[in-house]
C-alpha cells in the first residue's frame, strides 16, 4: 500500500497486482488473476499460477515455457538426445504435446514394447 498525507487526511492506493480490500479500503489484497482474470494481465497461453502481487505462465506437459515467459513451445520427444520411451524397434512420431511409437514394418506391439513376427 502507498499512501499520500493531504491536509486532515490521507489518500492510500494499491501496488501493482493488489486491490483495496472491499472491507478494509485502507488494506490492499492480492488480485488472483486465475480468479480475475481481466482485473490482472495473465496473457499466458496456456495458464498461470498466482503469487503475490503477480503471476507465473505455465505450460502443459509436453511444453516448455518460451523466453518471453507467456508462450508455450511443443517439446520434441523424437529428437535425438531426449528421452521418450519408444522401442527400439519402433518409429517415434512427435505429436502437439505429446508423442507416439509405431513398430517398425515386420514387428508389433504397441510402440513401446516390439517383437518381430
Known amino acids: 500500500t502507498e499512501c499520500i498525507n493531504t491536509e486532515g487526511n490521507y489518500i492510500c492506493k494499491c501496488l501493482a497486482g493488489y486491490l483495496p480490500n472491499t472491507w478494509n479500503p485502507r488494506e490492499c489484497v492480492n488480485i488472483d488473476e486465475q480468479v480475475y482474470p481481466e482485473r490482472g494481465t495473465c496473457g499466458c497461453e496456456q495458464g498461470c499460477i498466482d503469487t503475490p502481487g503477480s503471476y507465473k505462465c ?60
Do not use: H, W
Request: proline share 3%.
Open 58 to 117: 505455465t505450460c502443459k506437459p509436453g511444453y516448455i515455457l518460451m523466453a518471453d515467459g507467456k508462450g508455450c513451445l511443443d517439446v520434441n520427444e523424437c529428437r535425438a538426445g531426449v528421452d521418450n520411451a519408444c522401442s527400439p524397434l519402433a518409429q517415434c512420431n512427435n505429436l502437439d504435446g505429446s508423442y507416439e511409437c509405431v513398430c517398425r514394418d515386420g514387428y508389433y506391439g504397441n510402440g513401446f514394447i516390439c517383437s518381430g513376427k
